[in-house]
């Protein structure tokens, strides 16, 4: 019965990443890292699309925002993106992560007119799918994906599912 619930989930996501991809968290594996980083990427990119989790439980950023958050200010700063798209909606408390994200950009120096939010996601699916619309309204073209190391490969396998041209950023590499 199980096999035959999964077989019918995927016939109706057709092109989807892997099911496993969908609920189930990530698991440290340096190999797939290793893999996604090999794929083929665009040299310079347009935009950072850093990728939310949760806030600490008074809205304050948790040590995982901080490091997205930094790595998006270095990406800024040495002109990797010209702008970052923060996403991220209230998926894990009542903190919209988009927002924490983007007040602290603000607080460490990011214009806010480089700044755009997305804050209705719950997945990284919608991070990206949702994103995307923000990219297009905005003429961007490719996207530097921010999150850690262990995330970045199942990110990226859902922005080839988008056909959403990407590089990756592992925040934990930013100096």
């Not at 797939?32 to 347009?46: G, S, V």
């Not at 990728?51 to 998006?72: E, H, K, T, W, Y």
């Not at 602290?104 to 214009?111: C, D, I, K, S, V």
């Not at 190391?149 to 925040?171: K, V």
């Amino acid at each position: 019965m199980r096999a035959l619930l999964c077989g019918l989930v995927l016939t109706m996501l057709p092109g989807c990443a892997a099911w496993y991809d969908l609920f189930q968290r990530d698991k440290p594996r340096p190999s797939l890292y290793a893999e996604a980083m090999a794929l083929p990427r665009p040299a310079q990119t347009d935009v950072a699309i850093v990728l939310g989790c949760p806030a600490v439980s008074d809205g304050r950023p948790s040590p995982c925002l901080r490091c997205r958050i930094r790595a998006a200010l270095h990406a800024y700063q040495t002109g990797t993106v010209r702008a970052a798209i923060f996403a991220g909606g209230a998926a894990h408390n009542r903190f919209v992560e988009a927002e924490v994200m983007a007040t602290e950009a603000l607080r460490q120096g990011m214009p806010a007119s480089v700044i755009f939010q997305e804050k209705e996601s719950l997945t990284t699916w919608q991070n990206l799918r949702f994103s995307q619309r923000i990219m297009k309204e905005n003429g961007f073209q490719t996207a530097l994906l921010i999150s850690t190391r262990d995330h970045l490969p199942r990110a990226r396998r859902f922005a080839d599912y988008y056909q959403l041209p990407t590089a990756l950023w592992a925040c934990e590499d930013t100096p």
